[in-house]
């Protein structure tokens, strides 16, 4: 069974643009959720989507925002890039309910 | 306010030098406690999910126990490949979120 996919795995963008990420889930998840991992913050929320469904959101400001299709594959923006937006952006997804994510590898963003 | 605090930050061993990792947590109405192990520059790897107090489960040289204030990840004779950073999450709450709570994590390293 194949895992999570996201893509890019890497990307390099400067102050004041926008990018988008996308998180493929495990065939058969339908929930899918972002997480922003920083050296200084570690792991945080940013939001989950369940049948195109925002369910949760994060502490995060407008700039974040994110969508989910029909198939489950989810998308996150960011506008305005900022530095200290410079992170591992990763998505982990499950089946439905409270029940166990699993992670993909992530797509390290530096923004200059 | 949810949180989860592990310790201890940063743990050396020797090869076959037994320990443990520390999670503990302060939430109103866990759901569930994971266990994530990380490689540098992955995705968590999920390695063990808990329910309930005085639940146990183990794979391999690891072990994770619960009490209703704690966790612990008991390390049986490490190899230099269980090296890496060791997460703790919980679940928390009411609703049907899947939202995960992040501990800043145990980097541990044996040492051959």
């Known amino acids: 069974k194949a895992g999570v996919t996201q893509t890019p795995r890497y990307l390099i963008k400067t102050r004041g643009q926008q990018v988008t990420l996308s998180c493929s889930p495990i065939?058969?998840?339908?929930?899918v959720s972002w997480y922003q991992q920083t050296p200084g913050q570690g792991l945080q929320f940013l939001f989950e989507?369940?049948?195109?469904?925002?369910?949760n959101k994060g502490n995060f400001p407008g700039r974040f925002s994110g969508r989910q299709f029909s198939n489950s594959r989810s998308e996150m923006n960011v506008s305005t890039l900022e530095l200290g937006d410079s992170a591992l952006y990763l998505c982990?997804?499950?089946?439905?309910?409270?029940?166990?994510?699993?992670f993909g590898p992530g797509t390290r963003l530096l923004v200059l | 306010e949810d949180q989860v605090t592990q310790s201890p930050e940063a743990l050396r061993l020797q090869e076959g030098e037994s320990s443990s990792l520390n999670c503990s947590y302060t939430?109103?109405?866990?759901?569930?406690l994971f266990w994530y192990r990380q490689d540098p520059g992955k995705g968590p790897e999920f390695l063990f999910t808990?329910?309930?107090a005085g639940e146990e489960k183990e794979k391999e040289r690891l072990k994770a126990t619960l009490t209703k204030k704690e966790s612990f990840l008991h390390i049986t004779a490490p190899k230099p490949e269980d090296s890496a950073t060791y997460l703790c999450?919980?679940?928390?709450?009411?609703?049907?979120?899947?939202?995960?709570?992040f501990g800043t994590g145990t980097l541990l390293a044996v040492q051959p």
């Open positions: 982990a997804t499950s089946m439905s309910g409270q029940e166990t994510q699993y």
């Open positions: 065939s058969g998840h339908r929930s």
């Open positions: 989507y369940f049948s195109e469904t925002q369910r």
């Open positions: 939430v109103s109405g866990l759901r569930g």
């Open positions: 808990l329910y309930s």
């Open positions: 999450a919980v679940q928390a709450g009411g609703g049907a979120t899947n939202k995960l709570i």
